[in-house]
């Protein structure tokens, strides 16, 4: 069956980076790319960007341009996150999502992960 | 950037009643529209895609409907499980955008 399995919860301190993995199976992994979805507490959505698994092309929220990167492991069919310089409005759940890429929607979802960011 | 609209904010609903669920696409989306459902705790489930289709599994008292900028859900005999935060999320242009969802409550 499909699974997209995230790392878990992370607490950082402002300015710092969060690598955020997710680690994908029960499908062809190059067939789908992923999705990074946030979710503050109490609030929506928030799409963060898309990153195909087939060629490594990325599609960033203008929002989050050059402070993110979304890269791909093939050997573990593993997708990474990163968000760097954090804030604290950067506290949110953050999910990955099988994604095709536009014209279709994220459909499996991983588990989220928890970022804090405190001093 | 598409802006996605829902009303309305809260529904209150008895189970075994009908509820409807409004999206509205600050422009056209055509029929890339999708709705998820949300437990406390839980990452979102796709319900429906394209508007209308429903996803594998998914019961058939979830219906959608729509096309361009209007767009519904309709949960016909509420059941318990059914208690949960309402996305619609469009998926005709970047960036992904979604509602701020609705709320569907026991009445």
């Known amino acids: 069956q499909v699974q997209l399995v995230q790392s878990g919860a992370e607490v950082k301190k402002p300015g710092a980076s969060v690598k955020v993995s997710c680690k994908t199976s029960?499908?062809?992994?190059?067939?789908?790319?992923v999705s990074w979805v946030r979710q503050a507490p109490g609030q929506g959505f928030e799409w963060m960007g898309w990153?195909?698994?087939?060629?490594?092309?990325?599609n960033y929220a203008q929002k989050f341009q050059g402070r993110v990167s979304m890269t791909t492991d093939t050997s573990t069919t593993t997708v990474y996150m990163e968000l760097r310089s954090l804030r604290s409005d950067d506290t949110a759940v953050y999910y990955c999502?099988?994604?095709?890429?536009?014209?279709?929607?994220?459909?499996?979802w991983g588990q989220g992960t928890l970022v804090t960011v405190s001093s | 950037e598409i802006v996605v609209t829902q009303s309305p904010a809260t529904l209150s609903v008895s189970p075994g009643e009908r509820a409807t669920l409004s999206c509205r696409a600050s422009?056209?989306?055509?029929?890339?529209l999708a709705w998820y459902q949300q437990k406390p705790g839980q990452a979102p489930r796709l319900l429906i895609y394209?508007?209308?289709t429903r996803a594998t599994g998914l019961p058939a008292r979830f219906s959608g409907s729509g096309s361009g900028t209007e767009f519904t859900l309709t949960i016909n005999s509420l059941q318990s499980e059914d208690f949960a935060v309402y996305y619609c999320?469009?998926?005709?242009?970047?960036?992904?955008?979604f509602g701020p969802g609705t709320k569907v409550n026991i009445k």
């Open positions: 999320q469009q998926y005709n242009n970047w960036p992904l955008t």
């Open positions: 999502a099988r994604d095709l890429g536009l014209y279709a929607p994220p459909d499996y």
């Open positions: 990153v195909s698994t087939y060629n490594d092309d990325t």
């Open positions: 394209a508007a209308s």
């Open positions: 422009q056209s989306v055509s029929t890339n």
């Open positions: 029960g499908y062809t992994f190059f067939s789908y790319g």
